[in-house]
Nanobody, 132 residues
């Protein structure tokens, strides 16, 4: 089983920045995409950003375009989410998740990543709060 461990969450003021990290415990050659999802109580997890493991393509939710950047470091089996100019709407628990080639290979990242249904493995999340 692929294990994903997130870190880097915390509490920041509006306009602040955070860098989240997601590290996989084993090889990732079977992974099609790795994404970040934000979840708040009472709501389904919403896709924030994804990066393909087979090319350089990325996907971002409209609400974070221009503020967040996703980056993968294959040598470290790690995916980062750089979050800038945070606002209260960005708060929530951020989960890292991975979708396998067998599940979503060939799909557009939009379909793979905007909802959690295509994700096969999930981390337990790291919390992000944004308040003055």
């Amino acid at each position: 089983q692929l294990r994903l461990v997130e870190s880097g969450g915390g509490s920041v003021q509006p306009g602040g920045s955070l860098r989240l990290s997601c590290t996989a415990s084993r090889f990732t050659r079977d992974v099609y995409a790795i994404g970040w999802f934000r979840q708040v109580p009472g709501k389904e997890a919403e896709g924030v950003s994804c990066v393909s493991k087979v090319d350089e393509s990325t996907w971002y939710a409209d609400s974070v375009k221009g503020r967040f950047t996703i980056f993968r470091d294959d040598a470290k089996n790690t995916v980062y989410l750089h979050m800038n100019n945070l606002n209260p709407g960005d708060a929530g628990r951020y989960h890292c998740a991975a979708s396998l080639q067998s599940t979503s290979g060939g799909w557009p990242l939009l379909r793979t990543c905007r909802r959690g249904g295509a994700m096969d493995y999930w981390g337990t999340g790291t919390p992000v709060t944004v308040s003055a």
